[in-house]
């Protein structure tokens, strides 16, 4: 009887349209660990936000994998030409001292500075494209889980001093001698490749934890060409608590990766 129920529920096309979304990943979790920093770079696109200044509405985010260093731009129109001009103007003509995952963490960076934003906007107003510098800026000097540190001081080999340390002068601030820092920064610049590696260190231990926690979840599903398929109803458009949560079938045409 049972064996019947699911036979019969599992041919049910109204069932499989108004069913749960499924969360579990398809397949392993697949991790881009970098050993250096500035070695590899993931990119992604951000938007369309409402129209800023200039017509903008795209943020072009990329990100450093291993300092977790953020450039990003509001741009009108992301095309090849605007994107090798971000790439060549922000990553490859990159100088800084000392300096020789996956598309999730440029992702979940998307995320983090999206909700900086919003949150600026409503309380200091302005247009988002004014208010991403300042998201930027907060944004590499906070350390991050995964390293311990915050990106500028993987990148430079010490701390930013922070707009509040200027209102309430910090120690550092208010004992700041022009001449002993010049000698501590040389100091923290000979101690950079220790930071470093100690982050790198850290960045093993947190993927190693993702991966373990990822991979306990994982459902594995495939499916071959000429399969019919159904699509998840809101991935082009909005859609109301009483419509179908996936749409369809469509039929496999062919197979670009692993799991679905």
């Known amino acids: 009887m049972k064996r019947d129920a699911i036979r019969l529920v599992s041919k049910c096309?109204?069932?499989?349209k108004h069913s749960s979304l499924i969360h579990q990943?398809?397949?392993?979790?697949?991790t881009m660990l970098s050993p250096c920093p500035f070695t590899q770079w993931g990119i992604d696109i951000v938007g369309p936000f409402p129209l800023a200044a200039g017509q903008r509405k795209f943020l072009l985010v990329a990100i450093d994998y291993f300092t977790k260093w953020v450039e990003a731009e509001p741009l009108t129109r992301i095309t090849e030409g605007e994107v090798m001009k971000f790439i060549w103007k922000n990553i490859a003509k990159i100088h800084h001292s000392g300096s020789s995952s996956s598309q999730r963490q440029v992702e979940v960076t998307n995320r983090i500075l999206v909700q900086g934003i919003k949150r600026r906007q409503e309380r200091v107003g302005g247009n988002w494209a004014e208010e991403s510098?300042?998201?930027l800026w907060a944004y590499r000097t906070t350390p991050r889980g995964s390293t311990g540190e915050s990106p500028f001081s993987l990148v430079y080999g010490t701390e930013a001093i922070i707009p509040a340390e200027l209102g309430i002068p910090s120690h550092r601030v208010m004992n700041f001698s022009e001449e002993c820092n010049?000698?501590?920064?040389?100091?923290?610049?000979?101690?950079?490749?220790?930071?470093?590696?100690?982050?790198?260190?850290r960045i093993q231990r947190y993927m190693n934890i993702m991966i373990n926690s990822c991979n306990k979840r994982v459902k594995s599903r495939s499916f071959q060409v000429g399969d019919l398929v159904l699509q998840r109803a809101d991935a082009l458009k909005p859609i109301g608590k009483l419509d179908p949560t996936w749409e369809g079938p469509y039929k496999v045409t062919s197979i670009i990766g692993k799991g679905a």
């Open 25 to 30: 990943p398809a397949e392993p979790l697949t």
């Open 182 to 201: 010049e000698n501590l920064l040389r100091e923290n610049l000979d101690l950079i490749e220790e930071l470093r590696e100690k982050a790198f260190l």
């Open 133 to 135: 510098t300042s998201v």
């Open 13 to 16: 096309e109204r069932c499989q």
